[in-house]
C-alpha cells in the first residue's frame, strides 16, 4: 500500500513564530487531507488538497501531485495550535482507504 | 451542518461485555468510515460502508461488527473485546466513494474512548 511520511515527528516553537510541516507520499494520491487532532481527539478538518495551493487564516497548503509532496505553512503560531498535525492520503489504487502519516506534534510555548 | 456525532463519549466494558457504538451523520453522506486509534499513533481503517454495503474489512477480528442500518447510522457491535482493543475508535463520512476526481473529504467524529478490563 501507499506509505505516507511526515516531518518533523516533534516541533516546539515559541508563540509568533512560523513553521513548515512535510508529508511525503510514495504513489499517486486521488485525496488528501490535513487535520489537526486537538488534546481531546477530534480530528479537525484543516485542507482538502489532493493539489495546488490553498489558505485560510494563517495556514496554507501546498500539494505538488507530480512530486508527491504536501506542506502545511502555519504562520504567528499560537497555543491553541498545539497538537498534532496528520496527513492522510487516499492512494490511486485504494478508493476510499485514507492512510495516515504518524504525524506531527506540535507544542507552542508562551 | 458538517457534524459528525458519536455516542458515547466514554465506554468502560468487562471482556464478557457486549456492548455498541453509535455514529450519526446528516450531512447526506453515503460512504460512512470506523477508524481506530491507539494513543501517540494515528487512526487505522477498520471499515468502510458505501451506500449501506460494507465495501472495505481491514481484516478486523469477528469480535468487531459493524453495522450500517440506514444512510445516516454506523453502529459498531463490541463482543468478547480483548484488554488491547482499549482505543478511541473514530467515525467518520465522506460523500462519495469513488476514485480518482471524487471529491472524498472526510469528516471525523469525536470518537468513543473505550476502555477494556
Known amino acids: 500500500g501507499i506509505q505516507v511520511e511526515q516531518s518533523p515527528p516533534d516541533l516546539i516553537l515559541q508563540e509568533g513564530a512560523n513553521s513548515t510541516l512535510r508529508c511525503n507520499f510514495s504513489?499517486?494520491?486521488?485525496?488528501l487531507q490535513w487535520f489537526h487532532q486537538n488534546p481531546w481527539g477530534q480530528l479537525i478538518n484543516l485542507f482538502y488538497i489532493p493539489s495546488g495551493t490553498k489558505q485560510n487564516g494563517r495556514l496554507s497548503a501546498t500539494t505538488v501531485a507530480t512530486e508527491r509532496y504536501s506542506l502545511l505553512y502555519i504562520s504567528s503560531s499560537q497555543t491553541t495550535d498545539s497538537g498534532v498535525y496528520f496527513c492522510a492520503v487516499e492512494g490511486g489504487t485504494n478508493a476510499g482507504k485514507s492512510t495516515f502519516g504518524d504525524g506531527t506534534t506540535l507544542t507552542v510555548k508562551p | 451542518d458538517t457534524e459528525v456525532t458519536q455516542t458515547p463519549k466514554h465506554l468502560v466494558m468487562g471482556m464478557t461485555n457486549k456492548k455498541s457504538l453509535k455514529c450519526e451523520q446528516h450531512m447526506g453522506h453515503r460512504a460512512m468510515y470506523w477508524y481506530k486509534q491507539k494513543a501517540k499513533k494515528p487512526p487505522e481503517l477498520m471499515f468502510v460502508y458505501s451506500y449501506e454495503k460494507l465495501s472495505i474489512n481491514e481484516s478486523v477480528p469477528s469480535r468487531f461488527s459493524p453495522e450500517c442500518p440506514n444512510s445516516s447510522l454506523l453502529n459498531l457491535h463490541l463482543h468478547a473485546l480483548q484488554p488491547e482493543d482499549s482505543a478511541l475508535y473514530l467515525c467518520a463520512s465522506s460523500s462519495t466513494f469513488t476514485g480518482r476526481g471524487a471529491y472524498n473529504e472526510q469528516f471525523f467524529g469525536p470518537g468513543t474512548r473505550l476502555t477494556v478490563l
Open positions: 504513489d499517486s494520491v486521488n485525496n
